[in-house]
């Protein structure tokens, strides 16, 4: 099982600590600041896990994750926001057969560890959530 | 005709002046009869003893009858005196003037009596009944009783036969009666016909009169054997007198007469004429020569009495005529008043008729004796007869009244009657031939005689319009009257133009907690003192906005703050009008005025709500602006926190730094969670979220020292909600409870799965507290807007809201209360719901 992890985030600052500590975790860890590139590193990379804010320039998270859903389909996505107000985009994707999960901002790093740990251990869980 | 004695002189005087009259008569009649009676000797032919004619006998017949009756006696001696003394002076012996002057008398007097008898006084012989009875009773008759009594005086004497004697004695009387008495009768009228007669009338007499003499001349003029015309002339003697008699009255015959009769026997005296034959039979000439003279005079005396009767039957017909003529004028004249009366009759009675149509009145005439009434003016009409009422009597009429007032009518009429009224009114119904009912008016008059009533008179209109206009305003006053009962918007009426006296309909009255009818006017005595305000500024009654309508006549509309001598509050809208008089005076006016107190609370809760959501919009972005840096802290500090270099006491302030960011986290999600934003129903775990509103409700919780009991059943699915909307009931509950319970209270929150029921899986969640509970009045009135008791802190929302939610959610709230004891409240809500888009609208707005 690769532990291959991408975190995409517009503030590099979050993206870069979070890179920390999943590398702290043992995983190998890479940030990118854009949709864009994140799906770049994607088809190139085949990443186990994209960690990904929801709210972001040029293409939102929820939209990047269907992306990833549609041409990567074993991997997992975590999406984390800040805002509050996201149902909305939770309902269009509902609505196109895709649930996922958010994880509101701040996220305790034990928490979210305890998260990814979980969603590679269990293939199944996923497709649960 | 004759001359009457001047009615104005006294009967005793009358008597005197007749008396000395009476006397110059009788002297006058003895001095004529002597004077006639010696005259007449001359025409005694010899050897005659009697005269042919006798003028005396005329005299005193007209002497006797033109006494007064009384006078006749003495008249009759002065005539005998006389005659005697005549006799006497010419030589007669005593004896036999005596004798002669008693014959003489016998006829005049026997005459007169009989003529006075049948004719009365005063004769006149113009009239051919007069002249008629003359000759019948006075020269016939009478005479002939005279002539006997002389006859018998003749023959006793010897002198001559007693039947010569008589005829001759007859014939001689009967001319002087028949000639000298109407000559005397009419001898006014020769002075008149002296006195007026025109010339023509001279001349046509002189002509007359020389024809007369003339022919005399020429029948006696002749000896006796001067031919054959002696013979005819006297004949042509009678158209000459007819001819005077037809022109000159019986005056003219009798004047002719006289001249006649004078040349007749002067010439036969002379041996001339036709009378003066030979003597051997000297009787019969001498009768011949009486009944000559006697039938000439008849003649002309009847032919002028005929034609002064034709004269005055002319005179009497042209005097009818007259009459007659004026009787047709006055007739006429009559005739063409009454027209005119007619006329002015028929003007004032089409006049009348007219009025009575254009009132559409009649009248009646009720005769109570016979029961009958006679009608007048449109009576059938009102009555509606489509022709001629089939009967006069007044039970036909009452026949024709509306079965519900047939009985009333009559039955007030005798009571009146009863009472001695003599005027009533009264107002019936009476049922037309075509069916229609018609109101009719009466007002009458009963008259009474001897105190018994008589006649009725009246009359009657129809008031079918009025009463319907009558019956349409009593109408519209009574959907008036409803309507301000009904009506759900307080209306007051201004019922003069000061507003001291205002009333109310009832919602008027529920709204001021006035009675009935009580005077509201805060201008007049009012009972209560009620305080306006206008944007927080009270007002005085003047400028309210009834008072201010009335004294400006305008309409005014507005909101208005009342405060209520119980201290109630409310915010009334309206509008007020000012009433006006027929003149356009203001006399009043009428506010209508809507109670808009809770639709103020709501607008300002609105507004409450609304300040609420942009707070929680600002939050949002806020937390969101947080959220981003407060998780890359967190990161750092844990990164930091790896470092195994660190001091312990480094390690302890990371920790908390930790801590605190845990709790700052902690607080933006919260703050977070109560902004919906445009929220769409999501799994929510129900026990985390009632963990997380208690949380936020620790601080207050723990000030009260409020113990909390959770009882979260096991398995308790999660249900599609909206989080925020949930979070808001629950606070809700545990908020009341708060506020309900005392220090150191109860507060129990169970969550539990419910039985699955018609395929649905609910979720309850169960609110109990020991707090004050809430009256069953109140419990009923909970999930009201606005209704809330506690006055100063509540907006009276919360359960609203929550029974909003709840229902939206398709769930269901269940309430259990006692006073003292505590409130159980019991959420079930399905756990997949299926909230629709519109209700997620309201729902938004609501909140």
Redesign the interface.
């Known amino acids: 099982m690769s532990k291959r992890i991408l975190v995409v985030d517009d503030?590099p600052?979050?993206a870069d600590?979070?890179v920390?500590?999943m590398r702290?975790a043992g995983y190998e860890p890479t940030a990118v600041y854009d949709a864009r590139e994140a799906l770049n590193f994607i088809s190139t990379h085949q990443p186990a896990l994209v960690i990904c804010d929801v709210?972001m320039p040029i293409m939102n998270g929820i939209e990047l994750a269907i992306r990833i859903r549609s041409s990567n389909p074993n991997c997992r996505v975590l999406l984390?926001s800040?805002?509050?107000?996201t149902?909305?985009l939770?309902?269009s994707a509902r609505q196109q057969g895709y649930t996922f999960e958010i994880l509101?901002?701040?996220?305790?790093?034990?928490e979210l560890l305890a998260r990814i740990s979980s969603m590679l251990d269990n293939n199944c869980a996923a497709a649960a959530v | 005709m004759y001359s009457t004695p001047a009615p104005e002189l006294a009967p005793e005087r009358t008597r005197t002046l007749n008396a000395s009259r009476t006397s110059v008569r009788i002297a006058v009649l003895a001095f004529s009869f002597l004077a006639t009676s010696l005259g007449a000797r001359f025409f005694v032919i010899p050897p005659e003893i009697l005269a042919p004619v006798w003028p005396a006998a005329g005299v005193l017949l007209f002497g006797l009858l033109s006494v007064p009756a009384w006078a006749i006696l003495p008249a009759c001696v002065a005539v005998f005196v006389a005659s005697v003394g005549g006799n006497w002076f010419s030589g007669v012996p005593l004896f036999p003037s005596i004798a002669f002057s008693v014959a003489n008398c016998v006829g005049g007097v026997v005459g007169s009596l009989a003529l006075r008898k049948m004719l009365g006084a005063h004769i006149r012989f113009d009239e051919l009944r007069n002249v008629v009875m003359l000759m019948v009773v006075g020269a016939g008759l009478a005479n002939s009783v005279g002539a006997l009594a002389g006859a018998t005086v003749v023959a006793g004497f010897g002198y001559a036969s007693f039947g010569d004697a008589w005829v001759i004695w007859f014939l001689s009387n009967a001319w002087g009666i028949l000639t000298v008495a109407p000559l005397a009768a009419e001898w006014g009228e020769i002075k008149r016909f002296v006195r007026k007669a025109l010339p023509g009338v001279w001349a046509e007499s002189l002509v007359v009169a020389v024809c007369l003499i003339a022919t005399v001349l020429l029948a006696f003029s002749s000896y006796k054997n001067a031919g054959s015309i002696r013979f005819v002339a006297p004949f042509i003697l009678f158209p000459l007198l007819v001819w005077v008699a037809l022109r000159f009255g019986t005056v003219g015959a009798t004047l002719a007469s006289v001249v006649l009769t004078g040349l007749v026997l002067l010439g036969t005296a002379h041996g001339l004429g036709r009378f003066a034959l030979g003597y051997e039979t000297l009787h019969i000439r001498f009768i011949e020569l009486q009944v000559f003279m006697t039938t000439a005079t008849i003649c002309s005396l009847v032919a002028a009495a005929m034609m002064a009767d034709r004269q005055r039957a002319m005179e009497s017909l042209a005097e009818s005529e007259r009459q007659l003529r004026e009787a047709l004028h006055q007739r006429d004249a009559a005739i063409r008043a009454e027209r005119e009366a007619n006329a002015g009759l028929r003007d004032s009675e089409e006049r009348l008729r007219l009025s009575f149509e254009a009132a559409r009145m009649g009248a009646w005439d009720w005769d109570l004796e016979s029961n009958t009434v006679a009608w007048f003016g449109q009576q059938e009409v009102l009555f509606g007869f489509k022709g001629a009422r089939p009967d006069a009597s007044a039970d036909a009429i009452f026949a024709r009244i509306h079965p519900e007032d047939r009985e009333r009518v009559p039955n007030e009429i005798r009571a009146w009657i009863a009472e001695g009224r003599t005027e009533y009114v009264q107002e019936f119904r009476v049922v037309w031939d075509d069916g229609s009912l018609h109101w009719l008016f009466a007002k009458a008059r009963i008259f009474y005689e001897n105190g018994e009533p008589r006649r009725c008179l009246g009359i009657n209109f129809d008031l079918t319009d009025r009463k319907r206009l009558e019956e349409q305003l009593r109408q519209r006053a009574e959907e008036v009257e409803k309507l301000m009962d009904v009506a759900p918007v307080a209306i007051w009426v201004a019922h003069d133009p000061q507003c001291k006296d205002i009333t109310g309909n009832r919602m008027a009255n529920q709204f001021y907690e006035a009675r009935s009818g009580e005077n509201v006017s805060a201008s007049g005595p009012a009972l209560q003192h009620r305080r306006f305000f206008r944007e927080g500024v009270e007002l005085t009654p003047e400028e309210l906005p009834m008072q201010y309508s009335v004294t400006h006549g305008v309409d005014v509309q507005g909101e208005l703050d009342v405060v209520m001598p119980s201290g109630k509050r409310i915010t009334i809208w309206g509008r007020s009008s000012p009433l006006r008089d027929a003149s356009g005076q203001v006399r009043g006016c009428i506010g209508t005025f809507v109670d808009v107190t809770d639709r103020k609370r709501t607008e300002q809760a609105l507004l409450q709500t609304e300040k609420l959501a942009t707070v929680g919009r600002m939050a949002a972005t806020i937390a969101h602006e947080i959220n981003n840096p407060l998780e890359t802290i967190t990161n750092a500090v844990f990164l930091a926190a790896l470092d195994p270099a660190l001091s312990a006491d480094t390690r302890q302030t990371l920790d908390l730094a930790s801590t605190e960011l845990e709790r700052v986290a902690h607080i933006t999600r919260q703050a977070l969670g109560f902004y919906r934003g445009n929220a769409a129903p999501a799994p929510v775990d129900t026990p985390e979220l009632v963990n997380g509103v208690l949380d936020l409700f620790a601080p207050k919780l723990r000030s009260k020292n409020i113990a909390v009991e959770k009882l979260y059943g096991d398995r308790v699915p999660a249900i599609e909600a909206i989080a925020g909307e949930i979070r808001q009931i629950v606070s809700n509950f545990i908020s009341n409870s708060i506020d309900a319970v005392d220090h150191g209270g109860k507060i129990a929150v169970r969550i539990t799965p419910a039985p699955c029921t018609n395929g649905t899986r609910r979720v309850h969640l169960t609110f109990a507290d020991n707090g004050s509970g809430i009256a069953p009045e109140h419990l009923k009135r909970i999930f009201e807007p606005f209704f809330t008791t506690k006055d100063t802190i509540g907006t009276g929302l919360g359960l609203w809201v929550v029974n909003e939610i709840v229902t939206r959610h398709g769930g269901r709230i269940r309430a259990r209360s006692r006073v003292g004891k505590g409130t159980v409240f019991t959420v079930s809500l399905p756990v997949s719901s299926d909230i629709s888009a519109e209700l997620l609208e309201v729902g938004s707005r609501s909140m």
């Not at chain 1, 509101?104 to 790093?109: D, F």
Request: hydrophobic share 50%; aromatic share 4%; no cysteine.
């Open positions: 503030e600052a979050l600590t979070l920390k500590i702290y709210v984390l800040g805002h509050a107000a149902h909305d939770l309902a509101a901002k701040p996220v305790p790093p034990r």
